[in-house]
């Protein structure tokens, strides 16, 4: 039975090989690489041991098997997995640039990346987690209402939220979007943002304020505040403390908040502190960065070990 599982999209990414390309002039790309901010955090998750299922879909194409055959490899329960004869999988297309910031066109519109639904109400029992992003919401608001129903059913199965809202603001097409993130924060127990997201979903003016909002709602127990190479900042309603990073040679910074997110519910659903569980989350990011593609970080419980050690 799975002790985490996510539901959202599933992708492969597509990326420019250099710094600064645009994706509109004519050059070389690499990939396509399995992806998909859900799949990436859910591949994490079980990379160190936890039982993992995930609520998707991919088309029975060649795509499709490369995001399946590496959550397969990697232990994730894909029996939920929608695999569409009609329908082509979903493809993400992304550049970098030198300041950090990145430009993605997403082809997930009537692809079975947003056709998957809702499981039926025995399906999965004992989850101790159901992770969300708010990118999966944010791309089609039929499958939003299907990750809400799930949720819900989650909670009355007394499983925890934990979410990232992950915002792209290339996917930010529908205001109703706003609803959809209010219901799941009224539900979350896990939060972890980063500091401008902290920000925009609460529409404080500082991290103090913002974190005061979260803690207002009733369910809210941990806020993971993830801030790049300065590491994160991690709140309960009682105290705070400060995670550092571990430097590596970064190749790719793709997928690392996933990982982060992936590695620190691991954390938790294996009994660590906080602070452990957020090393270990940092520990996973490191790896990733240090390797070109979204999910390509060698990450396991052995080297995630060895890197905090």
Known sequence: MAEIIVMGEMLVEIMRGQENEELYEPGVFRGPFPSGAPAIFIDTAARLGCSTAIIGGVGKDDFGKNILDRLRKDGVDCSHVLESKERSTGVAFVTYYSDGS?????????TPAVEAKAP????????KYMHIMGCSLMADSLFAQEILK???MMRRKGTKISFDPNIREELLTDQSVNDVI??????TSVFMPGVSELLKITGAVSVDEAVEKCFAYEAMEVIALKNGSKGSRIYTRDEAAEIGVYP??????????DCFDGAFIAGLVQGKSLKEAARMGAAAGAL????????????????????IK
């Open 102 to 110: 990145r430009k993605f066109i997403f082809h997930m519109g009537n």
């Open 120 to 127: 039926l109400e025995d399906e999965f029992d004992n989850v």
């Open 150 to 152: 799930t949720m819900r």
């Open 182 to 187: 209010r219901e799941v924060m009224e539900n």
């Open 248 to 257: 590596v040679e970064q190749v790719d910074a793709t997928g690392a908040g």
């Open 288 to 307: 990733n960065a240090a390797a070109f593609g979204p999910m390509e970080g060698r990450i396991s419980a052995d080297s995630v070990r060895a890197m």
